[in-house]
């Protein structure tokens, strides 16, 4: 079963332009959202992470919006760059057990110059 | 920020033999790891959770007398592939939790031929 749905499987989007990664899912007992970007070869690094009292948190041109009724959360990228291009993985945890990490399936971000 | 460092980041080794990864938290003193495997262009999987000075916990599906780990030290786990086979080939990936929060080594490639 999975518990983190996320899509879509992979994105191109223009230099400059906004991508948006969505993730949905299903174990309300999760309580912090995390998003983690990979380069091919390295292990993931944490992008930004939200908990669900809050509906957005902005770091940069990263942005997650959180919706809790829905159980739905979204990562938007502004101005994206070249250098963007990675991997994308949302995830979520429970409160017992922040640091284990359920992830999503990812997202291939390629952005075009 | 906190680091994980893994060793080593590449390794080939023959079918049937064995081979240890080391997961080291070089900042900070991790009572809890964990172990993901990630197949080429798909999600990190949790394979375990390693405890200090006690016995991992494996997810469900996960062989524990092929995947041994041990954390014998609050800086160090250890994962062995035991007797491993092609099949055992993919990439494997650690974190050490801190403050609530995971953070990951690198990574180790290993290639069974």
């Known amino acids: 079963q999975q518990q983190v749905k996320q899509s879509p499987q992979s994105l191109i989007v223009q230099k400059g332009g906004i991508s948006i990664i969505n993730c949905a899912y299903e174990?309300?007992?999760?309580?912090?959202f995390p998003w983690y970007q990979q380069f091919p070869g390295k292990g993931p690094a944490l992008l930004i992470a939200?908990?669900?009292?809050?509906s957005e948190k902005k770091e940069g041109r990263f942005t997650i919006s959180f919706n809790k009724s829905a159980k739905q959360f979204s990562l938007h990228i502004m101005d994206s760059q070249p250098g963007d291009s990675a991997t994308y993985f949302c995830?979520?945890?429970?409160?017992?057990?922040?640091?284990?990490?359920?992830f999503g399936s990812g997202t291939r971000l390629s952005i075009r110059p | 920020g906190a680091v994980v460092s893994q060793h080593p980041s590449r390794v080939i080794c023959k079918s049937g033999t064995s081979v240890k990864i080391e997961c080291r938290s070089l900042?900070?003193?991790?009572?809890?790891m964990f172990w993901y495997r990630q197949f080429p262009k798909q999600s990190l999987m949790l394979m375990a959770t390693?405890?200090?000075?006690?016995?991992?916990?494996?997810e469900q599906g996960v062989e524990k007398d092929k995947f041994l780990i041990n954390h014998a030290s609050l800086t160090l786990s250890t994962l062995t592939v035991t007797s491993a086979h092609p099949e055992d080939s993919s990439f494997y990936i650690c974190?050490?939790?801190?403050?609530?929060?995971?953070?990951f080594g690198q990574g180790t490639r290993l290639t069974v031929v």
């Open positions: 939200i908990r669900p009292d809050v």
């Open positions: 174990n309300t007992a999760f309580d912090y």
């Open positions: 390693s405890n200090e000075g006690s016995k991992a916990t494996y």
């Open positions: 974190s050490a939790d801190t403050g609530g929060k995971a953070f």
């Open positions: 900042d900070f003193q991790a009572t809890t």
């Open positions: 995830a979520a945890s429970i409160p017992s057990s922040a640091s284990k990490i359920i």
